[in-house]
């Protein structure tokens, strides 16, 4: 279980009810969990899935596939082929509240298979949500 937020005495709270309950201890700091590795500085938050990624890639022997550097241009067609290893998601702890959401959707526009795709994402604040 995860559990942030920007009140200590109100985490702290919850970690005390929560060992009354149940048995658990404290990790400290979030590092990896689930497959995301999570960095941290005092005004925000680094997940990424390289390591994982890595994990993947050296268990289907493809440890050796084509690299390419960010950022992208919004021209450049990715196929399965080429891997985005070291994209993650950057969040900072200020951030407004406002709700963003943002779609696409094309006809037979994967160069892989011509299968059509939509793809659509929420954003809360600068907060990737979905």
């Given at each position: 279980?995860?559990?942030?937020?920007?009140?200590?005495?109100?985490?702290s709270?919850l970690?005390?009810?929560l060992?009354r309950?149940?048995?658990m201890?404290d990790?400290?700091?979030?590092?990896?969990?689930?497959?995301l590795?999570?960095?941290?500085?005092?005004s925000?938050?680094?997940?990424t899935q390289?390591k994982?990624?890595?994990d993947?890639?050296?268990?289907?022997?493809?440890t050796d596939c084509?690299?390419?550097?960010?950022?992208?241009?919004?021209?450049t067609?990715?196929?399965?082929l080429?891997?985005t290893?070291?994209h993650?998601l950057?969040?900072?702890a200020q951030?407004?509240l406002q709700l963003?959401?943002?779609?696409?959707?094309n006809w037979?526009?994967d160069?892989t298979?011509?299968?059509?795709?939509t793809?659509?994402c929420?954003?809360?604040g600068?907060?990737l949500i979905?």
């Amino acid at each position: 279980m995860i559990i942030t937020g920007d009140d200590p005495m109100g985490i702290s709270s919850l970690q005390q009810f929560l060992h009354r309950q149940f048995k658990m201890k404290d990790l400290d700091f979030l590092s990896y969990f689930l497959g995301l590795e999570i960095s941290q500085d005092s005004s925000s938050y680094f997940l990424t899935q390289a390591k994982y990624t890595s994990d993947l890639l050296a268990r289907a022997s493809l440890t050796d596939c084509k690299i390419a550097t960010t950022p992208v241009d919004p021209q450049t067609r990715l196929t399965p082929l080429e891997g985005t290893l070291f994209h993650g998601l950057h969040y900072f702890a200020q951030s407004s509240l406002q709700l963003h959401a943002f779609s696409d959707a094309n006809w037979a526009g994967d160069p892989t298979d011509r299968c059509s795709t939509t793809r659509f994402c929420f954003f809360l604040g600068n907060y990737l949500i979905t």
